[in-house]
């Protein structure tokens, strides 16, 4: 089932139990597929795209977040919060830690990367291959971290 209509179900849920936050939520998940769905006329959106519109929106509303909580504006902040929780349950199951750790090293090994040196090299093939799976900026502290 697409991610479309995923959402759809989940707005009309949220409109029966009055569910403010995850209405807003999902109603600007949908405007980002319309969007994206009227760029690219007559094409379909991809998963990809979609797991990509899930993840920017994510990292937009956690921004927020920090920026809001720097200025002492909680009551912002929090609906920045709920709204990102709300959209993470449309993602596929996120990485741990130690499951980031070991993949990377794999692809290290595979790069041939030794040093910081090597840092691009590895985050092209590592950005590609756990796309969706993990978000870019735990991604790149990882990669640092192994490659140090």
């Known amino acids: 089932m697409s991610l479309e209509i995923t959402i759809n179900d989940a707005i009309k849920t949220a409109m029966r139990e009055k569910d403010r936050v995850a209405l807003d939520s999902l109603r600007a998940v949908k405007a980002q597929i319309l969007l994206l769905k009227t760029e690219a006329i007559g094409a379909e959106v991809s998963a990809e795209q979609e797991i990509a519109i899930l993840q920017r929106m994510i990292k937009q509303r956690k921004d927020s977040y920090d920026q809001f909580t720097a200025q002492g504006r909680t009551d912002l902040a929090e609906v920045e919060e709920a709204q990102s929780k709300v ?17 990377i090293k794999k692809i290290i090994s595979e790069t041939g990367a030794e040093s910081i040196k090597d840092l691009g090299k590895v985050m092209g093939v590592a950005s590609k291959a756990l796309s969706g ?6 991604i790149s502290e990882m990669v640092k971290k192994l490659l140090a």
């Open 87 to 103: 959209i993470e349950k449309f993602l596929p199951q996120q990485l741990s830690a130690e499951e980031l750790e070991s993949e």
């Open 133 to 138: 799976k993990s978000d870019g900026k735990s």
